[in-house]
């Protein structure tokens, strides 16, 4: 029987192949519309379109660490964080994220600070609601990442101006994080 | 040399979008019996020259002149119809109305609207797009 | 032509496939749990590819006053794997398996930015899944934007040949004229 190459016979790309961000446009366009066709309101859109979002999140790091770091799995929060904002930010929107922050007050919220989402960048119509559809796909990303790594956490996007990406860790991810750090010291 | 006004249509006949800079003089109907009116013409000349035309070839209408104006047509493949109105000695028309489909089309298939899934195009930007383009052409005083 | 053509290509603005592949996956993954039937699947994504296809043609006429207007299936056919598709999926094609009378032809893609890094378990595909007809159903609604009424579908594929989209000239559509407006 003759052997069909299959795609693990294949090396995996660099990821520098690029499509037309018209394509993207039309393709997420009709993902949001079918996610509207299945949603009776607008939380369980967004939740649907974070959901899309996971799906990529979970294969892109796979994908990125695989590639980026030789097998290699950041352990340390803040160096997981500073990753997805620069590694990941690169990989998937050709740029790294803005700004990165804690929370004053809350010691298990950071929030990632983006001022250009991607499709701000071609459009020149910013709508509150589009912004969020694709920030609630991306914050879908971000979370299966930082599951995948485990660090458990909940990401949700707002919006004013730029959008921010509210990550907000389990208790136990940061207790677990100044364990590692104390004995490290 | 002026430019007066613009028509954009759909396949179907719906006007999409209108506006004016140095009209003057207003035609006396409702916007929407002006808006059909303007379209009925372009489709009745449309099939009556080529029912007139010499060689069986896929032929288009450009414009009309009269001697105080020039209605200059676009049609692309898809069916967008601009309209444009200027002084009868105009010229670079027919690259004015290419530009402004091609803000149509932007404004329409912007990737913002196309992710927020919203139907209505923006009005007010595409508005101000037109303008820019309108006012930048050597014909617009 | 040629340097024209790449010069459009370079105007427009450019994302990462690899994000476009698995957003793609990732909705499939997602319409399967949704639909019992693969079948069904695959009707909808022809359906979506025709909305996205439909509204490209005009984003394609729009950056590309020069291409000329088609009048038959091999123009049709050349202008699709000469400027479209290179454009809009980023990848060369070839038209081939001229038929009917050139009412009938195949469109070969090079490689396809839908599975570059997907490969659809074989179970699916017998159930009548067709992943790629994505591609076909916005080949169609393109052509239906500019009034020729095609039927298209993707070719299954198996795992080590080319993705092919069989192509079926059907008959060119009229304007429809207003109500009321008597030609």
Partial sequence: ?185 | MTIYNVYIFDREGQCLFYDEWFRTKQSGLSKIQEYKLVFGMMLSMKSFSERLATADSNQTVNFYKTSTYKMTFLESATGIKILINTDPNANGIRELLHKIYQAWTETANSAARLISSETEPDESFLKSRVKQIVTKHPCYV | MSSKTKQNLADSKKMSAELFCLTYGAMVTEMLKDYEDPKDVTIQLDKMGFNMGSRLADDFLAKNANVPRCVDTRQIADVLCRNAIPCYLGVNATVTNWSNGDRDFSIILESNPLTELVQVPPHLISAGLSYSQLIAGAIRGALEAVHFKVFASAVPESSNSNTEIRIRFDQVLKDSIPAGEDD
């Avoid at chain 1, 039309?26 to 979002?53: C, K, P, W």
């Avoid at chain 1, 990303?141 to 909940?154: G, P, Q, R, V």
């Avoid at chain 1, 730029?162 to 004995?183: G, H, K, P, W």
């Fill in chain 1, 1 to 185: 029987m003759a052997k069909t190459t299959g795609i693990l016979d294949k090396s995996l790309s660099r990821g520098k192949t690029e499509i037309n961000l018209s394509t993207f446009a039309v393709l997420f366009s009709e993902m949001v519309l079918y996610a509207q066709n299945r949603s009776e309101t607008v939380t369980d859109i967004h939740d649907r379109i974070a959901q899309y979002g996971k799906q990529v999140g979970y294969r892109m790091f796979d994908i990125i660490t695989l590639r980026e770091k030789g097998y290699k799995r950041e352990t340390k929060l803040l160096g997981m964080l500073m990753f997805i904002k620069s590694t990941v930010w690169k990989n998937l929107f050709g740029k790294e994220a803005d700004k990165l922050e804690r929370l004053n007050d809350d010691h298990c919220t950071y929030l990632l600070i983006e001022k250009d989402p991607l499709v701000n960048t071609y459009i020149s119509v910013p709508k509150d609601k589009g912004v969020l559809n694709c920030a609630a796909f991306a914050a879908g990303i971000i979370e299966a990442i930082l599951e995948s790594a485990s660090f458990k956490c909940k990401v949700t996007a707002h919006w004013h101006n730029e959008t921010a990406y509210v990550i907000q860790f389990e208790e136990s991810v940061i207790a677990r994080e100044n364990a590692l750090l104390d004995s490290n010291r």
